[in-house]
């Protein structure tokens, strides 16, 4: 018999702004406790220095959270100059300090040019990655460095927001990149090539697939109305599970082709797409899940929700 989950059966995404100082693990176990949710989840994690969209899934929306990992993200952040740090970012120990004096902002735009479009990035030696699965930065926690493959992403939008020259000059940056890329890398790396070394002294997440700082809510708020018991207005921030899906082209079902569909097969719908993955819903707008294009035109169940629970 599978164990009974405790808690109650929320379902739903909701767009948390991170705070500082808290891992991404601890920011859901947190919000997770707040709601006494039975099942959550995150969707891809932000360093404790990192501020931000943190998309949660709950319930049945944590079978679409794979749908947010793969999404761009959007990010501001700040790099100073001149400083090295074992972990590329505010927390780590310094190793290195490097003259900063010849350098300028026109310096910093024509480097910054170099990191735009595909690039190649090492991941930090301080990431999530797993190695023979332990997580690197557990690796480097010991001492220890292994090698790294370096990866590819795409850096779709990089802007100097701001330069403050002085001994230890910052960048404020804004850039859009596709998963996988590591804010910290590019700091390191523009630090690399200015010949002065580089770091991250703050980070924070503006944007995740369609989800923008601006649908979030903060830690706080949501333990202010948990402590004066407004529970029904903390629901009222949950987003239906389909909103991580906004990128997939939509196909509606009969209620015939529901129900076929529910017990798992495939359904011949009319002018539904010729390939790929789709969202599916009732043409009431009951939403189901995501489903799959075959071969032969019909369409195939992939991740279905579970309802009347």
């Known amino acids: 018999m599978a164990r009974q989950r405790r808690g109650r059966p929320v379902d739903g995404i909701l767009i948390l702004d991170k705070p500082v100082g808290l891992s991404s693990n601890r920011a859901l176990q947190n919000v997770k406790h707040l709601y006494a949710a039975a099942k959550a989840g995150h969707t891809g994690s932000l360093d404790p ?3 931000g969209v943190l998309p949660l899934c709950f319930g049945e929306a944590t079978k679409f959270s794979q749908y947010l990992l793969d999404a761009d993200k ?25 003259d900063t004096s010849g350098i300028t902002q026109v310096d910093v735009l024509a480097a910054l040019k170099a990191f735009e479009g595909e690039i190649q ?24 460095e292994v090698e790294r493959k370096s990866r590819s992403v795409v850096i779709k939008t990089l802007q100097m927001r701001a330069f403050r ?37 703050a980070l924070r997440r503006t944007r995740a697939g369609s989800f923008e700082i601006g649908d979030s809510i903060t830690l706080s708020a949501l333990e202010s109305l948990k402590t004066n018991g407004e529970i029904e207005q ?50 009431t707008g009951e939403f189901l899940g995501v489903a799959e294009i075959l071969d032969d035109g019909r369409v195939a169940p992939r991740r279905l929700i579970v309802t009347g629970r």
């Open 49 to 51: 220095l990192a501020t």
């Open 74 to 98: 959007a990010y501001e952040s700040t790099f100073v100059l001149g400083t090295i740090t074992d972990s590329g970012d505010a927390e780590g120990k310094v190793l290195e300090e490097r």
């Open 121 to 144: 990035q090492v991941p930090s030696m301080f990431s999530a990655i797993k190695q023979n699965g332990q997580p690197l930065y557990k690796l480097a926690r010991q001492g220890l």
């Open 165 to 201: 020259p002085g001994v230890t000059p910052e960048v404020d940056i804004f850039l859009e990149c596709t998963k996988g890329t590591y804010v910290r890398s590019l700091a390191e790396d523009l630090g690399n090539s200015l010949g002065c070394g580089a770091f991250v002294s």
């Open 234 to 283: 903390m629901d009222e921030f949950l987003l239906p599970a389909d909103a991580a899906l906004d990128g997939l082209p939509l196909v509606r079902l009969s209620e015939s082709g529901g129900f076929y569909m529910r017990q798992g097969q495939p359904v011949m719908v009319p002018n539904a797409p010729c390939d790929g993955i789709v969202r599916v819903a009732l043409e």
